[in-house]
């Protein structure tokens, strides 16, 4: 018995620590990223725009972002990991990670990120491919996927339909 007590609050406290508690997107999905152009040479920087129609309160998130992707290849075994055609398997390579929170977001509030060593605009010097948000406030839960599009826009993707 005490080690199914030990068992159960290992196990909650893991999913407490974890943050959001599911792999797939949200309904819920109050945050979309834009990437604006910061002077010349393709240097972006990205806010995140409370686009929900609501105020959010104690939000806390982190958005990852990918590049183009890279060969993968094992330590032990260079290019193992292979795709059914056989070939080294190509995956997006994590480029930036973003954290953030804050107390209230009013709708079409605004958050940018700033270098932590420079006090400026973090600048994002690669192509963006991919931006995953996953994060909560008090209104609930979100995991968000956005995909660039064929012209640099952003799409939300799988949103479930229920």
């Not at 393709?42 to 972002?65: D, I, K």
């Not at 932590?116 to 979100?142: A, H, W, Y």
Request: charged letters at 15%.
């Amino acid at each position: 018995m005490k080690k199914n007590v030990i068992l159960l609050f290992l196990c909650l406290g893991l999913g407490v620590w974890s943050g959001c508690q599911t792999y797939h997107g949200t309904k819920f999905a109050p945050l979309e990223p834009r990437l604006d152009s910061v002077g010349y040479g393709g240097v972006q920087s990205m806010a995140l725009v409370n686009s929900s129609a609501q105020a959010l309160h104690n939000v806390r998130f982190r958005a990852y972002m990918w590049g183009r992707s890279q060969l993968t290849e094992s330590p032990q075994q260079p290019y193992m990991l292979t795709s059914a055609s056989g070939l080294p398997q190509r995956v997006p390579a994590l480029t930036y990670t973003f954290i953030g929170s804050a107390g209230k977001l009013d709708p079409g509030q605004v958050i940018r990120f700033t270098n932590g060593n420079t006090g400026g605009e973090s600048r994002i010097l690669q192509p963006v491919t991919k931006i995953q948000i996953v994060g909560s406030c008090d209104e609930g839960e979100f995991r968000e996927t956005w995909l660039s599009g064929k012209q640099g826009e952003l799409v939300l993707v799988g949103v479930p339909e229920n």
